[in-house]
């Protein structure tokens, strides 16, 4: 056992999180990192065993236009307040995993504009994935036709370079890992250049691809990572629920259980990409949601604000991520009344999961299905200890929990009696 078996992350986008300027070019240094600093009692409290952060460097909007990966972003603040938020976080027991974006950089980055003007010379021009050839000119190819975002040339020694320097600069300043963001969309080679002279430093840190599609366990055995995103579980998690076709669930479990004998996925029903799970679902919905999410095998993440019910929508246009990474008050105190319930219900299941480690690798079989009905069983890797879990979508969605004596260990009917 390591200290991932036992992770429960919250992931939170700082720079939302902060309330700092995203698109309005104010790049005056402004603590507000230390805004984080205060809720990391909170954190602790819900539950967590750590902080999934998203972007905090030096960036030139939303964090992933990266222009100095060695600098906190000054809209956050600086390497002191960086520096008071892992000794807060050391005090509490918390671990941190870094938001790392070696996929591309901002088109801005002074290294970009170096080797576009050196040429294919420069001592830059290997770093970035650039078209020396184009018509009209030297063109950076970019990340998924954002033409901000300017790919790394991942076949490059440089880019080795680069990224092993970045990764093992903050592993040193006291982190435990990293997020490796669009991971999917670098050829597995690269990761596998990379990973194993960091481990050989830092053999306790903890490296989670973000993967969407494809074939994860492969992914994860040729490139190296510990873990990838399961996007399949959480479209399924959503999307039964909303249609009341738990068959779709039933499915994505059996899949579930063939990554878990391969490597334990980061499972969420929430990010900073999409729309929150309460206004997909209501708040019931939501909270039978969490109730599969954390009975089931996996590293699961909870993202800051679906503890307390936060809605918003996800929308494909300039800011259309703005209402799902919201600013929150300088102190939890100040929080709305209205989360109570919900954050109960986060901490009661949480709970509940601590109270029974194994359900990390655990793995699932059907009892009972139909559309609106399932039940399911997650039994510990070792076969000692299982829990029974019932879904019931027939009116108000309901979860139930039952241990393997029978006795009821948590009910959502019980839990919204108790509420009211």
Not at 157 to 185: F, K, N, P, Q
Not at 220 to 241: C, F, N, P, R
Not at 385 to 414: C, E, H, M, N, Y
Request: charged share 25%; with cysteine; hydrophobic share 40%.
């Amino acid at each position: 056992m390591t200290w991932v078996d036992h992770a429960i992350w919250w992931h939170v986008y700082p720079l939302g999180f902060c309330g700092a300027p995203i698109r309005d070019g104010d790049r005056t240094l402004t603590h507000r990192l230390g805004r984080l600093s205060h809720w990391l009692d909170y954190a602790v409290e819900l539950g967590a065993s750590g902080l999934l952060l998203g972007p905090i460097f030096a960036s030139e909007s939303h964090g992933y236009d990266t222009l100095d990966p060695m600098v906190i972003d000054p809209r956050l603040g600086d390497e002191d307040d960086f520096d008071r938020l892992v000794a807060g976080c050391r005090d509490r027991g918390l671990r941190i995993l870094l938001d790392g974006v070696f996929s591309h950089v901002g088109s801005q980055h002074p290294g970009v504009i170096r080797a576009l003007a050196e040429g294919p010379d420069g001592p830059d021009a290997d770093l970035f994935d650039i078209d020396w050839q184009a018509k009209g000119g030297p063109a950076p190819r970019v990340f998924e036709g954002h033409s901000s975002l300017v790919r790394l040339n991942h076949s490059s020694d440089r880019a080795v370079e680069y990224t092993s320097a970045v990764m093992a600069h903050w592993l040193e300043r006291g982190i435990d890992g990293w997020r490796l963001d669009a991971a999917y969309s670098v050829p597995t080679a690269f990761w596998s250049r990379v990973l194993p002279g960091i481990r050989e430093r830092f053999p306790q840190a903890w490296f989670l691809g973000e993967v969407i599609h494809g074939d994860y366990p492969e992914f994860v055995d040729s490139s190296g990572v510990d873990s990838v995103t399961q996007y399949e579980l959480w479209k399924a998690i959503w999307s039964s629920l909303k249609d009341r076709n738990l068959f779709e669930l039933a499915w994505s479990l059996k899949r579930h259980n063939g990554f878990l004998a391969d490597f334990t996925p980061n499972t969420f029903i929430g990010n900073h990409d999409v729309t929150r799970i309460a206004s997909t679902l209501g708040a019931d919905g939501a909270v039978t949601a969490l109730a599969i999410l954390m009975t089931i095998g996996g590293i699961p993440s909870i993202y800051y604000g679906d503890e307390q019910g936060f809605t918003g929508v996800k929308e494909e246009r300039i800011g259309g991520d703005d209402d799902i990474r919201p600013p929150v008050p300088d102190h939890p105190e100040q929080l709305a009344g209205w989360g109570q319930d919900i954050l109960r219900a986060h901490q009661d299941l949480i709970g509940l999961r601590r109270r029974h480690p194994w359900l990390t690798t655990a793995t699932t079989s059907t009892l009972h299905l139909e559309n609106a009905r399932f039940d399911y069983r997650s039994t510990a890797a070792d076969g000692a200890d299982f829990l029974d879990v019932r879904i019931d979508l027939t009116a108000t969605p309901r979860a139930t929990v039952i241990d393997s004596a029978g006795q009821t260990l948590w009910s959502q009917q019980a839990a919204d009696s108790a509420a009211h």
